[in-house]
């Protein structure tokens, strides 16, 4: 499966906020994030970084 890890960085350290993350749509200025099974998360910020062989999704704040 080729799932990521959702992260928010807060100063210099990653706090983890959602595993296998299916789809990933910034929308002024949140990102509305979707796993596996379809549950929703909304984190304000924007994003930062995606490790595409690290399987993280970064979002700053």
């Given amino acids: 499966m080729c799932e990521s890890a959702a992260y928010v960085l807060r100063g210099e350290q990653l706090e983890r906020v959602m595993d296998n993350v299916v789809s990933v749509d910034p929308f002024e200025g949140k ?5 596996l099974l379809g549950e929703q998360k909304i984190v304000d910020g924007s994003i930062k970084e995606i490790r ?6 970064i979002i700053s704040e």
């Fill in 52 to 57: 595409l062989m690290d399987h993280k999704i």
């Fill in 31 to 35: 990102v509305y994030l979707t796993d």
